[in-house]
């Protein structure tokens, strides 16, 4: 079934570690997306990538760095993670080939840094 | 750049009764507007979209009105019903097709 994955779903981890979150989608799609959210409020994009080896910040400042190599990978690298990165990290695809261009979303990473 | 501001932030409404959530975006160049419903730890799913050239349109218990001169765009549910309980996120496109979203309405139906 084509879907958007994410792992790890829970990440408890100290200060300073580095860590990458992994988003892959099934999905056919060329743009991919990352978005940072605490529960329950507004959706920050941080990274997308319009297609292999494109890649670009989002709206709201961050501190970690993305990579596409792969059309259908797209993973999230925190160089060195701190409590102030303590978030959900939820990973989207969309098919610009579509007119509407509309969005999916994989079941988020949620990331405590301790 | 885009911005959407989206209202009400927290919506109590009985069953039964209707809801609506409203948002305003800037750029009139945006022409498409989806809405998102998350769940509790669920990840946001679509649930009704509109586009620019389209005024309304209706899916069941749930539709979307867009007025692109005054550039507004709205959900109603009418019957809600518990199940309905969940965060909302109106979006738009930008001018680069990257959508920019609403800050969320949290609607709590109450039996």
């Known amino acids: 079934e084509a879907d958007i994955y994410q792992t790890p779903r829970y990440l408890v981890i100290g200060t300073g570690k580095k860590i990458t979150l992994e988003c892959s989608q099934t999905m056919g799609h060329d743009k991919m997306y990352w978005y940072q959210q605490d529960p329950g409020m507004e959706l920050h994009l941080i990274h997308y990538?319009?297609?292999?080896?494109?890649?670009e910040k989002g709206d709201l400042s961050s501190e970690s760095t993305v990579s596409r190599i792969r059309t259908e990978h797209f993973p999230l690298t925190l160089e060195s993670a701190r409590p102030s990165h303590t978030s959900q990290y939820l990973c989207?695809?969309?098919?610009?080939?579509?007119?509407?261009?509309?969005?999916?979303f994989g079941p988020g990473t949620r990331l405590t840094v301790l | 750049g885009e911005n959407v501001e989206q209202h009400p932030s927290t919506l109590s409404v009985q069953e039964g009764d209707s809801a609506v959530i409203k948002c305003t975006y800037s750029?009139?160049?945006?022409?498409?507007f989806p809405w998102y419903k998350q769940e509790l730890g669920k990840r946001p799913q679509l649930i009704i979209d509109i586009r620019s050239n389209v005024g309304e349109k209706k899916d069941q218990r749930i539709a979307v009105t867009l007025n692109k001169t005054a550039k507004h765009f709205s959900l109603h549910i009418t019957e809600t019903q518990p199940e309905d309980s969940a965060v909302y996120f109106c979006a738009a496109t930008d001018s680069w097709g990257k959508l920019q979203f609403g800050a969320g309405t949290q609607v709590v139906v109450t039996p």
């Open positions: 989207a695809s969309s098919d610009p080939g579509l007119l509407t261009d509309t969005q999916y």
């Open positions: 750029d009139s160049a945006s022409n498409y």
């Open positions: 990538s319009y297609g292999v080896n494109s890649t």
